[in-house]
């Protein structure tokens, strides 16, 4: 399986590797990378591999593997051959400084998320609200408040089993935990604002975010809200 280096440290722009494989729809498979794959919402790494343009990265839905998808109509490397895998790093840190964002907006929105996608631009959560009010103005106070309090944003991980006895830090009621080899990866936002299980890459710090408004709340059902953000500037 590819070390996948973004787990411990999401600031690394680029890593030196080697071709382990290059799959049947010319995917390349490498034996560490830098690049996040699609998943929880946040898209997947653009940027190079060597001179290759990767469009994209996903998991191998059969193998599990992280595939790095390179645009068409290129010399692809040999498998064996060392490579430098490069981030498009600008789109990267929009990402990062969105995840964050929106767990800044959990913090703000004390509901079950129903659904969510990260973007560069635009981002949402969807909740289950239940009898309560949603306020776009009360709502982005709120996250940048949280923002310019200077939170440090931090990781941790526990066993698959202690994740089990603590269901309730499970706020994403639509998909599972992300587990990976009998553990979970928990993101921690300042004391206690915000923990849950995320797979995610993310910023350091809440200043780093930014400032956000609260674009639109749609009604997406009886007890369903979808909260958009956008970065302010």
């Known amino acids: 399986m590819t070390e996948e280096l973004f787990r411990e440290d999401a ?4 890593c030196d590797a080697e071709v382990i494989e290059i799959n049947e729809l010319g995917g390349i498979i490498l ?3 830098v690049f996040y794959p699609t998943g929880g919402g946040q898209p997947g790494d653009s940027g190079t591999i060597n001179d290759v343009e990767i469009a994209t990265t996903v998991y191998d839905k059969d193998s599990g593997a992280i595939v790095h998808v390179p645009a068409e109509g290129q010399n692809l490397p040999l498998v064996g051959a060392k490579v430098k895998a490069k981030l498009n790093w600008d789109r990267r840190y929009l990402y990062m400084r969105m995840h964050s964002g929106l767990h800044l907006l959990c913090a703000s929105v004390p509901c079950g998320v129903t659904g969510g996608q ?6 949402r959560l969807d909740f289950d609200i239940g009898e309560m009010t949603l306020d776009k103005e009360e709502i982005t106070a709120n996250l940048n408040r949280l923002m310019e309090g200077n939170h440090d944003i931090s990781f941790y991980w526990i066993t ?5 006895e603590n269901p309730e830090l499970v706020r994403t009621m639509s998909v599972a935990p992300p ?6 990866r928990l993101l921690k936002v ?8 995320c797979g995610g890459t993310h910023v350091k710090n809440t200043s780093e975010i930014g400032r956000l408004r609260v674009s639109k709340i749609e009604n997406k059902g009886r007890r369903n809200r979808r909260v958009n953000i956008v970065f302010e500037e």
């Open 11 to 14: 600031y690394l722009k680029e």
């Open 31 to 33: 034996d560490q990378t």
């Open 118 to 123: 990260i973007g560069d631009v635009k981002s």
């Open 160 to 164: 698959d089993q202690q994740m089990d």
């Open 179 to 184: 587990r990976k080899g009998g553990k979970v």
């Open 190 to 197: 300042g004391d206690g604002l915000d923990l849950q299980p």
